[in-house]
């Protein structure tokens, strides 16, 4: 007559021999399907290039039109604001300034103010606004050019009484956006795409 096995003795050989159970090589099963390893995922497409800004033809405060694509082969830092925002980037346009005067960026770099005069586009208050933008112009040593009609800012969606400040790369993507004023960390990041888009091909 067999002796029962322990049953005790039973669950430890058990509990011993499950490790190496799992760790072994699966045994195929003849006439089995083979399941093939699944194929690898397909790479993510490539991000689509930054848009490029719609041109402008706009009066500046040098007698002359400018258009933006007399700036292209240069990274252009572009300022817009109407009479309700031109104090919200007040700090940013004085570091701008200072770096100007620090560093002869002129050939690889333009700054491009823009005010927008609609609301005085009319006479004679034209003249006067005419005037005080060309003083403003000639106390920060650059040309300031002059919306008269609001035509940039409905080409480029912009808010009144909001400041926007806007990088485009020298071939004239736009690589940097931003309505408001510009607090600490969105500051970081303008002067450094400024930095990536000088670096880049010129």
């Known amino acids: 007559m067999e ?30 399907p083979q399941v093939a390893p699944a194929p690898p995922a397909p790479a993510p497409p ?24 007399d700036y292209r082969g240069r990274v252009v830092i572009l300022i817009y604001e109407d ?5 919200q980037n007040n700090e940013l346009k004085r570091e701008l300034a200072e770096r100007a005067r620090s560093q002869d960026l002129s050939r690889d770099v333009a700054v491009v103010p823009v005010a927008n005069l609609s609301s005085y586009s009319f006479w004679p208050a034209s003249g006067f606004a005419r005037d005080a933008v060309i003083d403003i112009a000639r ?5 300031i050019l002059i919306d008269w009609s609001s035509s940039m800012s409905g080409a480029y969606r912009f808010r009144p009484s909001t400041s926007y400040v806007m990088v485009l790369g020298r071939d004239g993507r736009v690589l940097f956006r931003h309505a408001g004023m510009l607090p600490p ?3 970081m990041r303008f002067f450094s795409v400024i930095g990536e888009a000088m670096a880049g091909p010129g």
């Open 3 to 32: 002796r029962p096995l322990n049953t005790r003795l039973w669950w430890t050989l058990a509990l011993a021999l499950a490790p190496l159970a799992t760790q072994a090589d699966p045994v195929p099963v003849e006439g089995a």
């Open 46 to 69: 490539p991000a689509p290039p930054p848009p490029m800004a719609p041109d402008f033809a706009l009066e500046g405060t040098s007698g002359q039109t400018r258009r933006l694509r």
């Open 83 to 87: 009479r309700d925002s031109n104090q």
């Open 139 to 143: 106390e920060q040593g650059m040309e």
């Open 185 to 187: 960390r969105a500051r």
